[in-house]
């Protein structure tokens, strides 16, 4: 089991910035890939963006292209989401997880590919 926690969430105006932390620890040789997902309240959970540790590809959702960068730090088994030109609409948890297991694909988007989760950090975007 992998064991992770996020942090850096909080309130900011309409194209402000946050960067996010997501600190693994535990078994984290099994991990893959890491992935940050959102919920915003009565929505599913949807992705945003995935690293792999090794060799670092990024991957990202359509709607945070450009503004959004996911970054690891493999020594310290720690993942970053860096939010720049934030909106109203990515108001949300966030949620990092752990995906396991060699994956040469570029999918990312199932949250039931991911088997540990964090406990979530509150993002809210006023305008």
């Known amino acids: 089991q992998v064991r992770l926690v996020e942090s850096g969430g909080g309130l900011v105006q309409a194209g402000g910035s946050l960067r996010l932390s997501c600190a693994a620890s535990?078994?984290?040789?099994?991990?893959?890939?890491m992935g940050w997902f959102r919920q915003a309240p009565g929505k599913e959970r949807e992705f945003v963006a995935a690293?792999?540790?090794?060799?670092?590809?990024?991957y990202y959702a359509d709607s945070v292209k450009g503004r959004f960068t996911i970054s690891r730090d493999n020594a310290k088994n720690t993942v970053f989401l860096q939010m720049n030109s934030l909106k109203p609409e990515d108001t949300a948890v966030y949620y990092c997880?752990?995906?396991?297991?060699?994956?040469?694909?570029?999918?990312?988007?199932?949250?039931?590919?991911?088997?540990?989760w964090g406990q979530g950090t509150q993002v809210t975007v006023s305008s």
């Open positions: 997880a752990s995906r396991a297991g060699y994956y040469s694909g570029s999918n990312y988007n199932t949250p039931a590919d991911f088997g540990s």
């Open positions: 690293i792999r540790w090794s060799g670092g590809n990024t």
């Open positions: 535990g078994r984290t040789f099994s991990s893959y890939a």
